[in-house]
């Protein structure tokens, strides 16, 4: 009983954890992904101020 | 400064939090009645504590978008309520884990966890609204309302909920007794303070986020106009 | 020229008069509809409800317009938005659960001959409380969605 017990609340811990991690990584591959979104439209943004009138 | 900010917060959070395991693995003994699983306490309540106070951020945060049309209101609103999920469910998680050992079942339809369900399930449906609204002002708006609303029904689903045990005479599974053993408070406390930095840490970084998608959304219509 | 009399006037009205009139028209809609299927379901169910004909219309009353109420406030929310007809019940019916419960709860206390007072006006104060918050939230924040 103590040993199954000791075992849960290691999944337990675990899965709190593991929730609060994920999140995280989601957060930082979202973060990933905007950065290149937003240095693309700037280069584009830039090519066509660039552009001879 | 910012970045600075949002690691001195999220290490200070991981620091105590790695404290609070410690102690709460090796400091404290074995309760009699439940053994080892009553040291998810530490996680489990800390967690929906913080989440709590995200969500009353996040509904004041909306209110205030409501009122002053500001975009900053706006992306706090979803910022909190993003991570505000993310405790709720480790909440769920843990204090499903808990049950099954103490009262041998995944799940009960008890106050605390089907209360804590319902905000999850309320909160979602404001997480998949706001992509599928694509103008940015109606957008805020209509998230706003929607967590106005999801707040207004908290307190009611608890009394439902409360109305339905006593009426059927469910066995009310107490998972709290009256005080707390002096040598548990601080660890309690710190996770509690843990949890809220690493929380306040999140949504910054998704504040930060949001501010470059409007950033993005900008650039796009200049580029259009062009 | 005289056609054109209705229009305009429902134009100047105010947005909250407009919305509650949906919201009543559809409660209309819903109450004949729950008064039909009543004796439907009270003969194929054997649920002994002419006993109790008046609180259980009490019941149907509150109930039907908070469902009314949250429904046609979400349905002004999701007039614009993508997988609209997806969107509204899935906001909806979590929203909703504590009136559903509460009306359910007080509903098999009557079937089974207690009366509304006493431990189950617990139930009669919910669905009030849940019209009341509701109605007066949809009716304040309904300016702000017809606004757009």
Known sequence: MDVRNFTYMVYGYSAAWLIIVGFVFLLVSRSRKIDDELKRLKSLVEDRESEPR | MREKLILTLGSLGTVLMLWVIYTVFLGLPA????????????IHVPAAITAYCLYGVAVIASVGFLIKRNFVMDSLAVSCVEV???????????GSIWGRIIWGIWWTWDLRLTSQLMCFLLYLGYLLLRPAVSDPTQRGVMSAILAIFAAADIPLVVMAIRLKNVRTQHPQPVLETGGL??????PFVVSMVALMLIGTALVLIRLHQESSRREIDSLRREL??? | MGS???????RFQPGWAIFLGKAFASFLL??????ISLPVFGVFYNVPWVDSFFPLLLIMVLATWGITIAGSAFSA???????????????LYPLLIPLLTAAMEMTTALMNGESLGGANSGGLRILTAFDAIFTALAVYLIEYILVL
């Not at chain 2, 309760?31 to 530490?42: K, V």
């Not at chain 2, 505000?84 to 843990?94: D, G, R, Y």
């Not at chain 2, 053993?181 to 601080?186: C, E, G, L, N, T």
């Not at chain 3, 054109?4 to 429902?10: A, F, K, Y």
């Open chain 2, 181 to 186: 053993d002096p040598s548990f408070v601080a």
């Open chain 3, 4 to 10: 054109r009399e209705p229009m305009n006037r429902l």
């Open chain 2, 224 to 226: 259009h106009a062009v």
């Open chain 3, 30 to 35: 819903l109450m004949i509809v729950e008064l």
């Open chain 2, 84 to 94: 505000a999920q993310v405790f709720t469910l480790v909440n769920l998680v843990t």
């Open chain 3, 77 to 91: 929310v999701t007039v614009n938005v993508r997988l609209r007809e997806l969107m509204l019940p899935v906001l």
């Open chain 2, 31 to 42: 309760e009699i009645l439940q053994g080892d699983i009553y040291r998810i306490i530490f």
